[in-house]
């Protein structure tokens, strides 16, 4: 895209020289006004093209859905912290249990 636009710029540039050129070829029996319209045209042609080089290259939007992926230590780090609240669950539920505990020697010596 920034090829496309390079040359149109170059094409403008030579455009405008061709007619100075000519401009000092000629003797100057041209009106100021219909060479300001003639510049004003080419100038306006470039801006054009530049526009639609633009828009050609702009990105359209799509409605299908996107396509993520889960980078594997994002998804490590999700496992393991599962994991860990599951360890966590069940110890607090076994400290809850009294039958884990040894029981005082009931013999008496």
């Known amino acids: 895209m920034d090829r496309e636009i390079e040359q149109v710029k170059l094409e403008y540039e030579e455009k405008m020289r061709k007619k100075e050129k000519s401009k000092d070829k000629k003797d100057n029996k041209r009106d100021k006004k219909k060479d300001d319209d003639d ?17 050609a290259a702009e990105p359209k939007s799509d409605d299908s859905p996107r396509i993520f992926a889960l980078n594997k230590t994002f998804f490590q780090m999700r496992v393991d912290r599962i994991s860990i609240t599951t360890i966590a669950k069940r110890n607090r539920e076994r400290l809850k249990d009294s039958s884990i505990f040894p029981s005082a020697p009931s013999t008496e010596l």
């Open 39 to 55: 510049s004003k045209k080419a100038e306006k042609e470039k801006d054009d093209k530049i526009k639609s080089i633009q828009a």
